[in-house]
């Protein structure tokens, strides 16, 4: 392998196309070769909160993730060591009693709402993408989505909007656009941005030679 990975952060909105872009991106290359960290799963642990107060959580809030943890992370995987990811469960609002053990690769994207938020992230992102999709595409997305995925009700999803997500997207999640070097509009099903990206990285995976 060669000296270190390229760590790509790809932030947005909830609903964006976060996940549907970098899941486009990995499409496209072998498992040997590249690895995902999803940030939602390293939301802070609330085994021991009980259910009634982890309903109340700001999930869209920067205190709510374990980033020590996502950063430790990153760099032992920049050191070519592995890491025990945590799984998130969005139904139980706390991880999963199980964790998955993911090998070093050259490329590592690390994908979340907030990744460009924390100037410690930051610093350890080559790449930085911004998803950048319009609020109501964003709500009506993630309206689909937590019904039929996340175990949500209509009501709820729309409580939650608009007492939480829309704020803090304002408030934290916007502002860190200014620290993108790419920023995607509509997310997944652009795939004029996909292949660009795609294409970067294969350069960048040919110079390690490991294609
Ligand atoms: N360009 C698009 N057009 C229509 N639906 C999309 C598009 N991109 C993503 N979606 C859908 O919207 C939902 C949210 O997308 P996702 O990639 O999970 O966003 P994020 O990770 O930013 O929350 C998913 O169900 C996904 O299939
Ligand atoms: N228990 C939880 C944890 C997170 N959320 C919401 O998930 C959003 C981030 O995930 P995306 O895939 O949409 O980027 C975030 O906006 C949280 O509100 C939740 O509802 N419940």
């Known amino acids: 392998m060669g000296k270190k990975p390229i760590v790509i952060g790809v932030a947005g909105g909830s609903g964006s196309g976060k996940t ?68 998130y469960d969005y139904t139980l609002h706390t991880r999963s009693s199980h964790v998955i053990e993911v090998e070093p690769k050259d490329v590592i994207i690390v994908e979340g709402i907030l990744v460009l938020e924390d100037e410690r992230l930051r610093n350890l992102m080559d790449i930085k993408l911004f998803v950048d999709t319009d609020a109501d595409l964003r709500i009506i997305r993630r309206m689909l989505r937590d019904i039929k995925e996340r175990g949500r009700t209509i009501d709820s999803v729309i409580e939650q909007y608009v007492t939480v997500v829309r704020p803090m997207h304002n408030q934290f999640i916007e502002p860190t656009k200014r620290y993108a070097d790419v920023i995607i509009p509509e997310g997944g099903h652009n795939h004029v941005a996909i292949d660009l990206m795609v294409t970067k990285i294969q350069t960048i995976l040919e110079q390690k030679e490991i294609l």
Do not use: C, G
């Open 20 to 87: 549907s872009v970098t899941k486009s991106i990995f499409d496209h290359f072998t498992e040997k070769s590249i690895l995902m960290l999803e940030q939602d799963y390293y939301y802070k642990d609330q085994a021991d909160v009980p259910m009634e107060k982890r309903l109340q959580t700001n999930y869209d809030h920067p205190l709510a993730f374990d980033n020590d943890l996502l950063i430790k992370h990153i760099e032992s995987l920049i050191n070519y060591d592995s890491v025990k990811k945590p799984v």
